[in-house]
């Protein structure tokens, strides 16, 4: 968990009792470092609410095809930590190539403008005068040998 910036110390010992505020915390840290954009239920006061995070956890995290069982994560035990350690593996990788690859995970020069319909259809629009363009050139070539001949 040090090794991808996570704050407090953790250790076996943290889960020799259950500590599902600790596993809640860990778990939506890293969420929020996965996608800082996504909107978790983080209140864990009743069993209601611990159901309810776990499932906007796994649920999210099912959708990027990290498969977590939120059973281990609810009892919040030494499986838990098993659990937890899949998806630091994930974020540690994922720290690892941005290390590896310097302009990797700066996107700051492609955001999207507002009117992305009216660029989607000029996109459309200069796609398909692209492939007419390279249908005239390859007919014209096809016809080339015939006309080298003739020179």
């Known amino acids: 968990m040090r090794r991808i910036g996570y704050p407090r110390l953790l250790s076996m010992e943290n889960f020799a009792q259950p500590n599902f505020e600790l596993v809640a915390d860990a778990l939506f840290w890293m969420v929020k470092r996965y996608d800082p954009t996504v909107n978790v239920h983080d209140s864990i006061e009743t069993e209601q609410h611990r159901v309810k995070f776990l499932l906007d956890v796994t649920t999210f995290l099912r959708k990027n095809d990290i498969h977590l069982n939120s059973k281990s994560l609810y009892a919040a035990n030494g499986l838990a930590v098993k659990e937890l ?16 690859y310097p302009g990797a995970g700066n996107f700051e020069e492609f955001k999207l403008e507002k009117n992305i319909r009216s660029d989607a259809r000029k996109l ?17 070539l096809d016809g080339e040998t015939e006309n080298r001949s003739t020179r």
């Open 85 to 100: 350690s899949k998806f630091a593996n994930i974020l540690q990788k994922a720290i690892e190539y941005a290390d590896a």
């Open 124 to 140: 459309s629009l200069l796609s398909r005068e692209i492939i007419e363009l390279g249908t005239k050139i390859h007919s014209h």
